[in-house]
RNA sequence: GCCAAGGUGGCGGAGCGGCUACGCAAAUGCCUGCAGAGCAUUACCACUCCGGUUCGAAUCCGGACCUUGGCUCCA
C-alpha cells in the first residue's frame, strides 16, 4: 500500500522493516488538561491506520508516549496547588477515558516519560560522547550546527531556522540548539538525578528514549499533527540518528491536519477550543468519527455543529440500510439457499464495492473515498430490496460487508437504538407499549380519530412514535 | 522574510491529464388511513485568477492573488 512520507512529500510503498510486524508511535498528550477536540481527530486517524494495517494482516505494535513530565504540567500544579505527579496523572486517566468513548482502542502500550528516565539519561549521555551534545550551567543541550541533516523534516535549512522569537538561552552555543536536559529542580516529583547533577529532560528526548527502547533505532511509521513537524520531530531525528548513526529514524512519517473553528486552528493557546468530553454531550462517537473519516487525513477540517450534524445524518442513511437488510434476513425465513450461502460472496457489486473500500484505504487511507464505495453499495441494495431482485446471499453478504468496513473504520454500521425489545427494560417502556398495542388495535379496526390521538399526546410527552407498515413500529424518547 | 498545507457546485468533500465521485440540502415519484421516517429518480456540468504545454487541464508547467499554520508552548 502507499502512504504519503513528509520526509519526500511523495507516496511511498509501504514496506515493514522486520516481515509482518508494522512498529507505529505517535505523540501521544501532555497531561495537564483535558483534551479537546483537535486531539481526537489526530487519534481517530492513527486508530484507524492501526486497524486497517491489522486488518490487511499485519501485526501491529502501536506505541503512544504520555508526556507526564513537562513546563505546563509543574506550571498547572502551582497554580492549582496540587502534585504535579497527581495532577498529571489526573488527566492521563481522563484521557484514557476519552479515547475509549471515541473508540480509539488499539494503542498497545502507552509509554509515560517519568519511567524511562533512565533511558533518557542515557541517551544524552551518547550524544555527548559522539559530540553532538554539549553540557552548560543550564542544561545540556543539541548541537545543532553538527548535525547537517537538520531542517530536513520541515524543508528548512539551518540558516531560515536561525530566526527565533523566543529569546534564547544565553549559555547555548546557537540559538537553534535544544534542551536535552533541564537543571531545574522544580521539586521532588519532578527532579531526578543524572550525571549533570538534578533535573529533568528536555520535551524532545522522551521520545526518542521510548521508542529506541522499544523499536530500536529504526522503525516503520511515526504519526502527530503537523504542528509537531517543527520543532519536535526535527528534533527527534537529530536525536536518534546522532546516536546511532542510522537513517532513517522512520520510515514514513505521517502528519495531520488541523482541525479548525472558523477557519481558525483550534488550540489551547487561542481558547476556541472544544474538550472531547462536552461534544460527547452533544454529539455521539460515531458521528464524530465520521465526520472525521469524510476527509482526508492530511487535510484542514473546520468544525462546526452544522457539520456534526450533516455527518450523523450521512451516517443514517447506512444505519438505516443495514437496518433494512436486517429485517429483510430476518423476514424471509430459512430456505434451501441457506446452505449456499455459506459460500464467499459472489455477488459483482457487493464484491466491487469491497474492492473499491479496500483499494482507497491502500492510497494512503483515503477514507472519504471509501465512504463513497459504502454509500454506492447501499444504494444498490436499496434499490435492489425495492424492486425485490436481491438474493438472501447477497443480502447476508451485504451485511457482513458493512460489517467489516465498520471495523475497519470503527465505527458502528449496524443498527443498535431505539427498538422496542431494548426499551421495554423498564417499566416506562412497558408501559408505552402496552399504549402502542392498544393503538394498534384501533388502527385495526380504522378509529383513526383515537389512534392519532394517542400519538399526539404522546408526543406532547416527548415519546415519538413511528409507525411501520406491519404495525408495531418503533418509538423514540426526545 | 523562510517553510508547509489549502483555495472545487447552495453546503461538506473526493478526484490530480479524457469516463466530470460521494454525502447533506432541493425537486419529483413510490410507500403510507394520515403524519413521520424511509426508498428511488432527477436536476445542479463546479473547480481563485492570468498565461503556457496538450487533440484534450480542476488535474501538468510558469506567474499572481487569497486563507490557515510552523519558524523553538502545541495533536
New binding site residues.
Given amino acids: 500500500m502507499l502512504i504519503n512520507s513528509t520526509l519526500s512529500?511523495k507516496k511511498e510503498l509501504l514496506l515493514p522493516i522486520h516481515n509482518n510486524r508494522v512498529n507505529l508511535f505517535?505523540?501521544?498528550?501532555?497531561v495537564y488538561d483535558n483534551s479537546?477536540i483537535?486531539?481526537a481527530?489526530?487519534y481517530i486517524v492513527f486508530d484507524v491506520v492501526a486497524r486497517y494495517l491489522k486488518h490487511k494482516g499485519y501485526s501491529v505494535f502501536y506505541l503512544q508516549n504520555v508526556?507526564d513530565v513537562d513546563?505546563?504540567i509543574i506550571q498547572r500544579a502551582t497554580e492549582t496547588d496540587a502534585s504535579p505527579r497527581l495532577l498529571a496523572r489526573k488527566f492521563e486517566q481522563k484521557y484514557l477515558e476519552d479515547m475509549q468513548a471515541l473508540g480509539v482502542t488499539n494503542v498497545s502500550y502507552y509509554a509515560r516519560a517519568s519511567e524511562h528516565i533512565p533511558e533518557i539519561i542515557n541517551q544524552i549521555e551518547r550524544l555527548i560522547e559522539k559530540g553532538y551534545a554539549y553540557e552548560t550551567e543550564t542544561g545540556v543541550y543539541f548541537d545543532?550546527s553538527r548535525f547537517h541533516d537538520f531542517g530536513k523534516l520541515?524543508?528548512?535549512?539551518v540558516e531560515?531556522?536561525?530566526?527565533?522569537?523566543?529569546e534564547p538561552d544565553p549559555t547555548k552555543r546557537n540559538?537553534?540548539?535544544?534542551s536535552l536536559w533541564k537543571k531545574r529542580q522544580d521539586g521532588p516529583e519532578v527532579t531526578w538525578d543524572s550525571p549533570w547533577g538534578k533535573g529533568r529532560p528536555g520535551?524532545h528526548i522522551e521520545d526518542t528514549a521510548i521508542t529506541e527502547n522499544y523499536f530500536g533505532a529504526q522503525y516503520d511509521i511515526h504519526g502527530?499533527?503537523?504542528?509537531?513537524?517543527?520543532?519536535?520531530h526535527e528534533?527527534e531525528i537529530a536525536q536518534m540518528e546522532a546516536t546511532s548513526g542510522k537513517k532513517p529514524l522512520v520510515r514514513f512519517w505521517m502528519h495531520?491536519?488541523?482541525?479548525?473553528v472558523n477557519?481558525?486552528?483550534?488550540?489551547?493557546?487561542?481558547g476556541n477550543f472544544t474538550t472531547i468530553r462536552d461534544m460527547l454531550k452533544k454529539f455521539d462517537a460515531d458521528s464524530f468519527r465520521f465526520f472525521v473519516l469524510?476527509?482526508?487525513y492530511?487535510?484542514?477540517?473546520?468544525f462546526s455543529e452544522?457539520?456534526l450534524?450533516?455527518s450523523k445524518?450521512?451516517l443514517?442513511?447506512i444505519r438505516?440500510?443495514a437496518k433494512?437488510i436486517e429485517a429483510e434476513i430476518e423476514g424471509s425465513p430459512s430456505t434451501a439457499d441457506v446452505a449456499s450461502s455459506e459460500k464467499e460472496a459472489n455477488d459483482p457489486s457487493i464484491l466491487e464495492a469491497r474492492a473499491r473500500f479496500l483499494d482507497s484505504m491502500e492510497?494512503?487511507f483515503?477514507t472519504?473515498?471509501a465512504?463513497?464505495a459504502v454509500?454506492?453499495m447501499?444504494?444498490d441494495i436499496?434499490?435492489r430490496?425495492?424492486e425485490k431482485s436481491i438474493s438472501r446471499n447477497a443480502l447476508i453478504d451485504a451485511r457482513n460487508l458493512l460489517d467489516e468496513f465498520g471495523q475497519i473504520l470503527g465505527i458502528g454500521f449496524s443498527p443498535a437504538t431505539g427498538s422496542r425489545a431494548e426499551n421495554s427494560e423498564d417499566k416506562t417502556g412497558k408501559l408505552i407499549e402496552l399504549l402502542i398495542d392498544m393503538r394498534q388495535k384501533l388502527?385495526e379496526k380504522?378509529d383513526?380519530?383515537l389512534?392519532?390521538e394517542i400519538?399526539n399526546r404522546l408526543t406532547e410527552q416527548g415519546i415519538?412514535?413511528?409507525?411501520?407498515?406491519t404495525g408495531g413500529?418503533k418509538y423514540s424518547i426526545r
Fill in positions: 512529500g505517535v505523540c501521544g498528550p501532555t479537546h483537535g486531539h481527530r489526530t508526556t513546563d505546563k545543532e520541515s524543508h528548512q535549512s531560515d531556522l536561525e530566526k527565533h522569537r523566543i540559538p537553534g540548539d535544544f520535551w502527530g499533527a503537523m504542528d509537531l513537524i517543527f520543532p519536535h528534533a495531520t491536519g488541523f482541525l479548525n477557519g481558525e486552528k483550534m488550540s489551547k493557546s487561542l469524510s476527509s482526508h492530511r487535510s484542514p477540517i473546520d452544522d457539520a450534524d450533516q445524518k450521512s443514517e442513511r438505516q440500510a433494512l492510497n494512503d483515503n472519504p473515498y465512504l463513497r454509500f454506492e447501499v444504494r436499496n434499490r430490496l425495492n388502527r380504522k383513526w380519530a389512534a392519532d400519538r415519538v412514535l413511528e409507525d411501520a407498515k413500529g
